[in-house]
């Protein structure tokens, strides 16, 4: 169901009274100012790159994937960057920012824990990434684009941690209590939910609106009026994610399934079932971004 005019924004300012949103990181802020100009090069856009290994290593690893089917390696930023394109290259640098911001080491809290949270999103993002390759709803789809969205779903929990962390744990030790879904006692107690703030985030940082949406609606994709495949994907790949024991939160129950979810991802329940082993196998295969 599509949301009421007004619903849009006062989510936004709701968020944004209440959480001081992080601004955008450097790399971001750079890659955006020299791709906006109108004779921006491969070689300009690489320049900014170069300066932060992380982007650097992760744009090189992906162009040499068997995605792109180079026949030679390569091992030049700029070269690399006219391959994948300005598009891609600011949707690598946001993953490299992303770990960068967000991913340093801590200790677990109660019912947070930051390891087993991004153990989740990368389970997240693989399964994602799994199942759009399989589906033909996906076939127009880079697989890096739907990574990097089952990636950063859960990004607002990370943003209530930080900036709002009393409040956060209080409402995660209540919904662990009355054993209802985080979504509904983060309703109760902010006004909004963690896929709220993660897709006003993702707005302030002038994301593809795709991203932004699939964030809001990962846990309800029926309410999405907009990219319902998108949304629906991340809901199952975020479902599968907390059913193989890999939950975002400590002792917290997982939300309901949408009971149509598959349909729109394009794969029913019985393909999802067969892909498992191989989701399992490239979360294996997969880094931890420390």
Sequence with gaps: MAQAPGQS?????????????PTMPEVLLKLNEVIAGSDASAADVAKVVTKDPAVSTNILRIVNSAYYGLQVRVSS?????????????????LKAAVFSAFGKRREKIQHFDPLAFWKHAIYTG???RTLAAASPAFADVHPEDVYIAGLLHDIGKIILMEKAAPRYLAMLR??????RSETAVETDCFGFTHA???????????LP????????????????PFHRSLSSLIHLADQLAWR?????????SVAAMEP?????????????AELLPQIQEDFAASELPW
């Design 9 to 21: 924004s006062n989510i936004l300012g709701l968020v944004n009274d209440t959480i001081e949103l």
């Design 77 to 93: 930023v700029s070269l690399a960057v006219s391959v994948m394109g300005f598009n891609m290259t600011k949707k690598v640098a």
């Design 126 to 128: 693989v399964a994602a």
């Design 174 to 179: 209540r919904a662990v209590q009355e054993q």
């Design 196 to 206: 709220d703030v993660g897709s006003v985030l993702a707005i302030k940082w002038s």
């Design 209 to 224: 609106e795709d991203l932004a949406i699939a964030i809001r609606y990962h846990h309800a994709p029926s309410r999405d």
């Design 244 to 252: 193989s024991g890999t939950p975002s939160t400590v002792g917290t």
């Design 260 to 272: 149509d979810v598959h349909d729109h991802v394009g794969l029913d329940a019985a393909r999802v």
